[in-house]
C-alpha cells in the first residue's frame, strides 16, 4: 500500500504570496493532522481533520487554513506568507482519532520563503 | 498541560553499542500513547514504536524496545547493537484524549554513531 504522499516536495515563494499544500493519507485511514517543523525543533501542530471535521487546532494565526476532502485528503492552505513561514510541512495520517493510533507522516514540503 | 522532556540535544555511540534515549512526560489524562519517531536528515518521519498508558508490558520492536516506567512517566527507547543507519533526529511524542489526540512533541535528541 501507498504511505502519505504530500506535493510538491520543494516550494519557494515570496513574502504576502499564497501557498497551497497538498496530502494523501494512506488508503483506510479518516484522520489527517498537520504540522510545521522548523529547522532544529520537534513539529508544531497546526490542524487535524476527522471524517472532513476540524477536530484541533493548534496555536497559528488565521492565515493558516485546512479542509479535508470526501476522499480523505487535505490540503493546507497559508495566505500572506511570511519569512518566518519557512519550515517543512508534515503531513500525517491515522486510521482514527484514537490516542493509541500511530501517525504516519509523508515526507513533507519544505516551503521556503524569500 | 501536557509536556514532552528529551534533556539530551546529542548524543555519541560507538557501533554496535546499545544506546538510551531519554524520556519524560506529563500529562493528567489517565489514556495516553506514548510514541518514537526517526527523522534522519533526509526529513522523513519515521514511526519507530509505541507504548500505551495501560499496556502491562514495555513494547518491542525489532531493536527498539520501550523501557515505559510509569510512575516515573518516563519512556525511554533503547536501541541494542546500534548501527551507522540509525544516526538521525528522535523524537519522542505523546497523545491523548485531552489534547485532542494532536501529537505532543519534545525537541528531539541528535544521535549519532560512531564506526
Known amino acids: 500500500d501507498a504511505g502519505v504522499t504530500q506535493s510538491p516536495t520543494h516550494l519557494i515563494k515570496t513574502r504576502g504570496q499564497q501557498v497551497t499544500l497538498r496530502c494523501s493519507p494512506i488508503?483506510?485511514?479518516?484522520?489527517v493532522s498537520w504540522y510545521q517543523q522548523v529547522l532544529g525543533q520537534g513539529p508544531q501542530f497546526i490542524f487535524q481533520y476527522y471524517e472532513k471535521e476540524e477536530r484541533g487546532r493548534g496555536n497559528f494565526p488565521d492565515r493558516f487554513s485546512a479542509r479535508q476532502f470526501p476522499n480523505y485528503s487535505s490540503e493546507l492552505n497559508v495566505n500572506a506568507l511570511l519569512l518566518g513561514d519557512s519550515a517543512l510541512y508534515l503531513c500525517a495520517s491515522s486510521r482514527d482519532q484514537m490516542f493509541h493510533q500511530p501517525q504516519h507522516f509523508g515526507d513533507g514540503t519544505r516551503l521556503s520563503i524569500l | 498541560a501536557q509536556k514532552i522532556t528529551q534533556t539530551q540535544p546529542g548524543m555519541f555511540v560507538q557501533e554496535k553499542e546499545a544506546v538510551t534515549l531519554d524520556c519524560t512526560y506529563d500529562t493528567s489524562d489517565p489514556s495516553y500513547g506514548l510514541f518514537w519517531y526517526k527523522q534522519p536528515s533526509s526529513g522523513e518521519m519515521i514511526f519507530l514504536i509505541y507504548?500505551?498508558?495501560?499496556d502491562q508490558q514495555n513494547a518491542t520492536e525489532g531493536r527498539y524496545s520501550l523501557n515505559f516506567q510509569k510512575a516515573r512517566k518516563s519512556a525511554n527507547l533503547v536501541i541494542s547493537a546500534s548501527q551507522l543507519g540509525d544516526s538521525a533526529m528522535y523524537f519522542c511524542?505523546?497523545?491523548?484524549?485531552?489534547?485532542?489526540?494532536?501529537?505532543?512533541w519534545g525537541a528531539g535528541t541528535k544521535l549519532i554513531i560512531k564506526p
Open positions: 507504548q500505551g498508558s495501560y
Open positions: 511524542a505523546m497523545s491523548a484524549m485531552d489534547s485532542n489526540y494532536q501529537l505532543i
Open positions: 488508503s483506510g485511514h479518516k484522520s
